[in-house]
């Protein structure tokens, strides 16, 4: 937003006074990781303004004895730790997605061109040339970007290559962190530590022992069900191979994400399907295998870890994939020392880790559905599951599958030479047995309904994926709309909840799930408008739902993407209390609204919410925000900072339910009655392109 000239038009204004009953429920508390990350890892300013962007993640589970969590009266919140992660720059083809956009099963989004393309085509900007392209392509600063990655093989070779001190690194563009002493105080930033996460790989690019220190991308995701360990994603890092008699070498990497749980000071990897005696395929996999570690869920007293595991290579004969080189000479002994192979990728399905046997490799959750095969026209089939959970229902006592792990996210499904990335969810066996995972498939592929591709001879949507499930078996989601399907001036992500009912019988029925879209569930009215977009992030047990949705109705349609907010939306359903939905007066709100008036007014003015990640049972959310140093100038919407000179940055806040409050202390947010123009101001294109479209902080 800050980095662009913004204008509010008169249906943006009549958006938010839709929303004009706003709370203040929240207290809003920054998490700092600045000093630990400066002295360990890296960190950008520029010009004497911070350039390093930090948003939150997770948040630490609540086992909340009082239904009305730290709403409640008279209560003391406990003191929840927070985890999230930085950026330096834009990451190009995000790190939490097994294929670019969540679309290119096919691997085609090589160069600066072909991501046009894309922007053109699925997201229809004015700005996609070169506003858009350059800031995923070049990045925002001298850190990130596709371009450096797809050419640190040679480009370590040019001194001065990062503008970094002269220095010819691969510089890390994403680390994790975690709240050190965890805080509910407002008055001062609560301290954060760089989370010592080390990847290791068992294959060795060129012999070489390590590689460079902070060359690796690591995200965080979530949580374990037990709260002991962090997941998420991280890159090998770059190993510094070819490097003698003063020669710099080149710059191989060994894969590009690969999930990990974080065990205090130890890193477990989460390895692909492992195959002994390997053929020259299977060799591959076993070596540079891509894997994604999203969720866990705890059975018989084990914690198991769920995600996506490479299990075979993508089409490496088709050239349409190639970069500095040709992928068929990567089935060596050796593939990572050659610039050929720096950009491998592979076919996943939806997979899970046995904490106590993570050297195991990964065990697969289900196959692809209707027989697709591992390449189908040149496109990678794909699996993943994003969310887990134990089911509790009480009305299905009897149904064997009560009790039983259930798991979201994504699977391929053939159609011809179509192959449609679609919503999932993975119903577990009725004789569910996490002993046998290895030997049989313990889970069916159930698509979501009303979240396919192709409804009878049309294609409506480009992709569908689910994130997150709670107890009730509650579920998020989104679906993408075609960019010849757009609605409202918009190709957008259509955020979706839907719901697996399980029958009280002993044959295990259920409900074929169906996506119900937030737009149409509220009348399109409100935050909900016809034709938003946004972000679903996470929910907890008393189906509280946060993420990031369109702030403003603006057509994006050879217009700009538009801004989005932090929202929270209460629905009620199954596991629902219904005084605690009192608090929200049983409807959807941006967050921003939630954090004004009242005590802590003052210090919460300083905060505008661009995301929410994940909440827990107790109502703290994991958020992004921007940050005005001091306050914004009035409470409203689109007040300016510092008179429009002041340079906003993006931070990690925690938001902390105050004790007591309900909806009679609504205040309302308002709105400035001129356009805004913004100047010079810090927000990077992370918050504005990635942010909700490629779901950055999206912890699911």
Not at 148 to 171: K, L, V
Not at 250 to 279: C, I, K, W
Not at 548 to 572: C, H, L, M, W
Request: hydrophobic share 30%; charged share 20%.
């Amino acid at each position: 937003m800050s980095r662009n000239n913004f204008k509010f038009s008169l249906i943006a204004a009549s958006v938010l006074a839709a929303t004009s009953s706003h709370a203040a429920l929240y207290k809003v508390v920054e998490v700092d990781p600045t000093g630990s990350i400066k002295s360990t890892g890296v960190f950008v300013e520029a010009n004497g303004s911070v350039v390093t962007e930090f948003y939150g993640s997770a948040i630490e589970k609540a086992d909340a004895s009082n239904p009305m969590g730290c709403f409640a009266e008279g209560t003391t919140c406990s003191e929840y730790r927070l985890y999230g992660d930085s950026r330096n720059g834009s990451e190009g083809h995000s790190y939490r997605q097994e294929i670019p956009f969540n679309y290119d099963s096919s691997f085609f989004y090589t160069d600066w061109n072909r991501n046009r393309d894309y922007c053109r085509s699925e997201l229809g900007y004015q700005t996609c040339d070169p506003g858009w392209t350059d800031k995923m392509w070049y990045s925002f600063s001298d850190v990130g970007g596709l371009l450096r990655e797809r050419d640190a093989f040679y480009n370590s070779s040019q001194t001065g290559w990062n503008n970094i001190a002269g220095e010819d690194n691969y510089f890390s563009n994403a680390h994790g962190f975690s709240e050190t002493t965890p805080s509910s105080d407002p008055d001062q930033a609560s301290t954060a530590t760089r989370m010592g996460v080390t990847p290791t790989s068992d294959y060795k690019p060129g012999g070489v022992a390590t590689p460079d220190t902070n060359s690796e991308n690591v995200v965080i995701n979530s949580l374990t069900s037990d709260q002991g360990m962090a997941i998420g994603n991280t890159s090998s890092g770059y190993y510094r191979i070819n490097a003698s008699d003063g020669a710099k070498g080149n710059l191989a990497t060994a894969y590009r994400h690969r999930g990990f749980v974080q065990n205090g000071d130890t890193t477990e990897m989460l390895l692909p399907l492992l195959v002994e005696s390997p053929n020259s395929d299977q060799r591959i996999t076993n070596q540079m295998g891509r894997t994604m570690g999203w969720s866990s869920f705890n059975y018989g007293g084990k914690e198991y870890i769920v995600g996506s595991a490479a299990v075979a290579p993508f089409d490496y004969n088709d050239d349409n994939k190639n970069w500095n080189g040709d992928l068929n000479n990567c089935l060596i002994e050796d593939p990572a020392s050659r610039s050929d192979c720096q950009n491998f990728a592979f076919a996943t399905k939806t997979a899970v880790w046995d904490s106590t046997n993570f050297v195991a490799g990964a065990s697969i959750v289900s196959d692809w559905q209707n027989g697709v095969p591992t390449n189908n026209d040149k496109k990678a089939s794909q699996g993943s599951a994003r969310g887990a959970v134990i089911a509790a229902q009480d009305s299905a006592s009897d149904n064997p599958r009560n009790g039983k792990p259930f798991l979201v996210g994504l699977n391929t499904t053939g159609d011809g030479s179509n192959s449609f990335l679609q919503a999932t969810v993975f119903v577990p066996s009725t004789t569910f047995d996490p002993s046998a995972i290895d030997t049989s498939r313990q889970w069916s592929p159930v698509t979501v309904e009303n979240a396919r591709i192709k409804s009878g001879d049309d294609f409506i949507y480009s992709n569908s994926y689910a994130t997150d499930i709670n107890k009730n078996l509650v579920f998020l989601g989104a679906s993408k709309r075609r960019g010849d399907k757009r609605e409202n001036g918009a190709a957008a992500n259509r955020m979706f909840l839907g719901q697996v009912s399980l029958n009280n019988d002993a044959n295990g029925s259920f409900s074929t799930p169906s996506a119900r879209y937030f737009d149409e569930l509220n009348g399109n009215s409100g935050i909900f408008f016809r034709g938003v977009g946004g972000e679903p992030g996470a929910i907890n047990n008393y189906n509280e739902i946060v993420g990031a949705v369109d702030a403003e109705q603006s057509t994006e349609y050879f217009g700009k993407k538009r801004r989005q907010r932090g929202f929270i939306y209460p629905y009620n359903t199954t596991g629902t209390d219904a005084e605690r939905l009192a608090v929200f007066q049983g409807k959807p709100w941006l967050l921003d609204d939630l954090t004004n008036g009242g005590s802590y007014n003052t210090k919460n003015n300083q905060y505008r919410i661009v995301d929410a990640a994940d909440i827990n049972d107790d109502g703290v959310i994991a958020a992004t925000a921007l940050k005005c140093d001091g306050g914004y100038d009035t409470t409203s919407h689109n007040s300016y900072c510092g008179n429009g000179q002041k340079k906003e940055k993006l931070v990690a806040v925690k938001l902390i339910p105050i004790a007591n409050a309900t909806s009679a202390d609504i205040q309302t947010r308002g709105l400035e009655a001129p356009p805004v123009k913004r100047s010079g101001g810090s927000l990077g294109w992370m918050a504005l392109i990635m942010l909700g479209f490629f779901g950055l902080r999206r912890n699911k």
